[in-house]
Nanobody
């Protein structure tokens, strides 16, 4: 069983920054990739950013140039640095890991609220 523990959410003013962390209970060598998803009230969960096992990254158009995904292999932790936050970034952010045996695992979610 893979466990993910997220931290770093909170309340921030528009234009501010937050860094989310996701500690994963297995080595990244056992995964195909990781991602950060978000779900705003009344909306579907959407991908914000992802990073593959090889280190390639991709971003939703709405966060490009403002968010940066990264990882620390030694700590089995993936990060999401969020800058220039906007009220529309308000959502619950979930960490996701795809294990190389095909299962997907999710964190419990962390609330990000951006005030105008």
């Amino acid at each position: 069983q893979v466990q993910l523990v997220e931290s770093g959410g909170g309340l921030v003013q528009s234009g501010g920054s937050l860094r989310l962390s996701c500690a994963v209970s297995v080595s990244f060598s056992l995964t195909n990739g990781m991602g950060w998803y978000r779900q705003a009230p009344g909306k579907q969960r959407e991908l914000a950013s992802a990073i593959t096992k090889g280190g390639s990254t991709n971003y939703a158009d709405s966060v490009k140039g403002r968010f940066t995904i990264s990882r620390d292999n030694a700590k089995n932790t993936v990060y999401l640095q969020m800058n220039s936050l906007k009220p529309e970034d308000t959502a619950v952010y979930y960490c996701n890991v795809e294990a190389n045996w095909g299962e997907n695992y999710w964190g419990q979610g962390t609330q990000v609220t951006v005030s105008s």
